[in-house]
Structure formats: C-alpha cells, structure tokens
C-alpha cells in the first residue's frame, strides 16, 4: 500500500474544507502529546494495563480520523503501531526497548508528517517522508514476527539535535462542556477588551465627569469600571493555559539526552497545572529546553563519578512551576556538580570580561555564563560546549519581561529559577512624572523608592552618579537626561528615586514624582521604537496620553558599563 500513496490525490478531502483541515490537525498533534507522555511512564511500568489502554486508544483514533479523511500516509503508519499495540494489550507481545523505540518513532514522523498537512494543502510540495515511513514499517513487521527490527538508518534525526515541537494547547476535560477557538480570535478579544479598560479609564477621568456632583452618574461609572475590570479578568482567564503540555514535552527531551550522554537522569515534575498566558508558555520552550540540557552535559556527572562521589548512580532534575505574588516562578534544578565559581571566574578574564584586579563575588562571577558565547566546556560534544545556548536563554526570558537567577552549591547542585509575568498584556506598575512626560515602571522590578539626602548621593567626575542605599552604592539614571526631557528636575535630591532591579543589577532612576500605582494595557510602539534602550512598549493612560513603559534590563544597561562586564 504503501508504495502506491499519491501524496497528491491523499489531500482531496481535506483541500474542500479548511475548517476540518485544521481541526484534524489539532486533534492530531494533541493525541500525539498525549501518546508521547505515556509512552515514557510505560517505560518503567510495560505490563501496565491502563497505560496500553491509554496508547492505544489515540494511536486507534488518528487511524480512524485518518482514513474516514483519506490520509492513507497517516493511517499506515498508525494501523501498523496500533497492531503492536493490540497485540501488547492481549498479552500476545511483550513491549520491550525495541517496542519502546518504535513507538516514539512512529510519534515523530507522525508529527512530521501531520504538520505539513496546511501547507501542502497550501500547495507546497510534500517533504519526501516515504523511505522513512517504509523503514517504520518494516522495523514494527519485524517485531510482530518476533524478529529484531533492523537498525532504524533512516530514521530522524535524534530528538536531541532540535528543540521540542512548537506547542500546541491543549484543553484538558474537566467534565465541563468545552469548544474549540481559533487563539487569534481569542488574541482579537482580549485585544478589545483592553481597549474597553483604557476607554473606561479616560471617560473615569474626563474633566467634565470629574467636576459633576451627580451622585448617581457617579454610581454609574463605579459600576462601569467594576464591570469592565470583571470582564478584563475573564477574558485574560481564557487565555490562561497550564504549562503541563511543556513539562511533559521535557520528558522525552530527558530521555533522549540522557541516554546520549550515558547518564541516567531522572525526572521529577510539580506543578503542572499552574496557569499562565498562552504566548509566556509558547516562549517558555526554547529556554527551558535550554537549561535542561546546559544541566545534563555540564551540571550532573557521569553515573562512575556520582558513585565515587556518595551519590546515587541516578541523578535527579526537577522541573517546577508555581506561582508568587503576581508573578509565576519556574525552576529546573539539578542534584549535580554545581557551578565551578573559579572556573568560570578563569574563562571571564582569559576572555577579558573580568579584568585580573577585580574580586567580583560569586552572584556576579555566576551570572557571566549568561554572556555570549560563553562555555567552561574543555571539549565541545554534540549536546554543547559551544558557547551557544544561555545567553538565548537569557535574552528570551527578558523578551518576555522576566529575569533568571542562578542558585548553586558546589558539589549538589544548581537552581536555575525564571520569574515571569503572568500575562503580557497587562503589567502592574508605578507610575511617575518627568517634567510633561509620565511613565509606568513595572512593579516586579521595583524595589523601593526614596527621596535621596545629600549626603548619600555622590559624585563621579562632577556629577552625581551614585546614591547610597542600604550600605550599596548604586548608579543613578536620571530619566529627564536619558530621554532629554524638558522641564525636569535636574537635581536628584528634589525629586524622587526608585530602586529598580534585573538580575541582580541594580539602579536608581530619577524621577521627579510618583503618581500612583496603575494597572495598564500594554501596547506595542511598533518596529521605530523596538530597539529604543530602557522602554518596553507604550500604555494609554487615562486622560488619553501615551505613557511609555520603561524596561528594567534597559535601564541598568544603559549605566555606563562597570569594570566587571567590559568586553574584550
């Protein structure tokens, strides 16, 4: 059958309705997640019943949607595998490594083979997948003959060589009725929903409202602005998604490393059902997949090594997400070597990130391995070593309004923890005034604020440029000079300083007042002011002004560099 498939003709049903097109291939993929995570607990339990049961099920039900379609490339495949399978389910086959082995195969060319369905139909050519397809095949015939299969040469690329499939969400039954939305008319609603909130906002403070005395109108917009902040609320709960999807796509990753690097790994999860927006989980996978495998080639030791060390020959890597504050924290932890302070403090000053008379401490020497192109790897393998990896981390972390902190003891291990916002539609800030102008500063980077004393503000070079607080001298960024703001105060000591933090830096921005605490929408300033340094989009204020929103990271950066982080 399978030599005779054209991948043309296979496309005839589904090319007269987009619509079901993709709804069969989100369908498809959510089963194929759900395959895969089984897949990897029935490794560890292979005469479990249930967990047959609940790989066959999927497997039999992209066969049946598959050939009720007339994707017969598809349901070759998934018939093949779902024979196995029965035959594991009656007793009649024993699923071994080899089976194990098929099985996550027959997942990645399905995924493969699945994704490419929209554009094929787009009338692009289809990838040639047959040979790998036919290799599939012959390997499951081989295993229902009671054969070992052949070697899978033409098999895919190993699961460790790219990152983990974009994700896709997955609406868990939770015995509720349910439906199925496109996220872009979801993404249009909350859109409109903001502009609802910032409509509400600007009427709230129209003048002519702000002088009336009627009592009841008052009462009226106080009911308004209570129903609009319910509805914000809501819509921004329908774009909340647990990141469990994600975690348990680490599993396979985990898997698949760890058996390339020979060491045995284990992975603990919790968690998983903490809830954040949908666009923070889809970013998110890329840097964890990341860190997992900087933890796996560089943190934990080989199985020999942990033995001699008193340790069990099994390491453990923890993945948790949990939520603080208003903000979600997500760490991947490792029970490994921990991070080698002297050694990265060697590689920053052959390097000359580190000049040879600075005694950084150890949070700082740390946060060097963020920079890039930075390894202490001797030799570079096929999982690393080549300097790439963690400053992607970093940098996708702060396009999401996050920071990383590194958490490490040598010889048991290192935390690396990620704090993120919930949403990135709303940000919680301060809002200050400079001269005309008005800014938000998100409250998670804020520390505290403070009307400086002479004494505490020194000069550098005849110009104030640090202020001492709590025994800490910090570098002083004065708005009004940054972004050349007539009418501001140029005199730090009458106007207002608020501490901000990213990653362990630390500066003091000038301002002139504080005017409150405010909750905004965030809107993007378009592709002229992407790069501007120290801003992170725009927000509309009440009286119907733009207000820029400043970015931490931005800020610090902006300082002139200190000795410690000049580059060579």
């Not at 994600?246 to 809830?275: I, N």
């Not at 996978?285 to 933890?295: G, I, K, Q």
């Not at 890597?317 to 990265?344: F, N, P, Y």
Request: hydrophobic share 45%.
């Amino acid at each position: 059958m399978a030599e005779g498939i054209d991948p043309y003709d296979e496309l005839a049903t589904l090319a007269q309705d987009p619509e079901l097109a993709s709804m069969f291939v989100a369908e498809a993929l959510d089963h194929l997640g759900t395959i895969e995570a089984v897949v990897l607990q029935l490794e560890s339990a292979p005469a479990s019943a249930g967990l047959l049961d609940d790989l066959f099920r999927p497997f039999h039900t992209i066969k049946g949607n598959a050939g009720a379609l007339g994707l017969a490339s598809i349901q070759e495949v998934a018939h093949a595998v779902e024979s196995l399978l029965d035959l594991a389910r009656a007793g009649r086959h024993r699923l071994a490594a080899a089976e194990i082995e098929v099985v996550l195969g027959a997942v990645d060319l399905l995924t493969l083979m699945i994704r490419e369905l929209p554009a094929r139909l787009a009338g692009q050519p289809p990838a040639e997948l047959s040979a790998r397809r036919l290799a599939l095949i012959t390997r499951v015939d081989a295993l229902l003959g009671g054969e070992a299969p052949p070697d899978p040469a033409a098999g895919s690329p190993a699961a460790v060589e790219s990152p983990p499939a974009p994700l896709l969400m997955r609406r868990w039954d939770d015995g509720q009725p349910s439906i199925k939305v496109d996220t872009r008319k979801l993404d249009n609603l909350v859109d409109m929903v903001g502009e609802l909130v910032i409509a509400q906002a600007i009427l709230a403070e129209d003048p002519a409202l702000q002088s009336a005395s009627d009592e009841r109108l008052m009462r009226r917009l106080a009911q308004l602005k209570r129903i609009t902040a319910d509805l914000q609320r809501t819509a921004m709960a329908m774009r909340m998604v647990p990141v469990r999807q994600t975690f348990q796509k680490m599993g396979r990753f985990v898997r698949d490393l760890s058996r390339k690097a020979g060491k045995p790994v284990e992975l603990q999860l919790s968690g998983e059902d903490t809830e954040l927006d949908r666009k923070v989980v889809e970013e998110i996978s890329d840097p964890l997949m990341h860190m997992v495998r900087n933890s796996i080639d560089h943190g934990i030791e080989p199985p020999a090594v942990r033995e001699a060390l008193g340790k069990p020959a099994v390491a453990v890597l923890r993945l948790s997400a949990c939520h603080q504050g208003g903000s979600i924290v997500i760490e991947v932890a490792d029970d490994g070597a921990g991070l080698d302070t002297e050694k990265i403090l060697a590689k920053a000053r052959a390097r000359g990130l580190v000049p040879e008379d600075a005694s950084p401490a150890a949070a700082e020497i740390h946060q060097l391995i963020f920079q890039p192109g930075f390894s202490t790897a001797d030799t570079v393998t096929e999982l690393s070593g080549r300097g790439v990896g963690m400053d992607v981390v970093r940098r996708n972390i702060e396009a999401l309004r996050g920071r990383i902190e590194i958490h490490t003891a040598r010889g048991q291990g290192t935390t690396f923890s990620i704090r993120l916002p919930l949403t990135l539609a709303i940000v919680d800030g301060i809002l200050v005034g400079v001269g005309a102008e008005r800014f938000v500063v998100p409250t998670f980077a804020v520390c505290e604020s403070l009307r400086p004393s002479a004494s505490a503000v020194h000069e550098v070079r005849g110009r104030r440029r640090l202020v001492a607080v709590r025994d800490r001298l910090i570098p002083i960024v004065h708005l009004g000079e940054l972004f050349g703001i007539e009418g501001a105060v140029r005199d730090v000591c009458e106007g207002t300083l608020v501490v901000v933090e990213d990653n362990g830096r630390f500066a003091a921005v000038a301002v002139d007042r504080l005017l409150g605490k405010q909750e905004v929408v965030v809107k993007a300033l378009g592709e002229a002011f992407e790069h501007v340094q120290g801003v992170a989009g725009g927000a509309i204020l009440g009286d119907g002004r733009i207000g820029l929103i400043l970015d931490a990271g931005g800020l610090v950066a902006s300082i002139e560099k200190p000795s410690l982080e000049v580059a060579a």
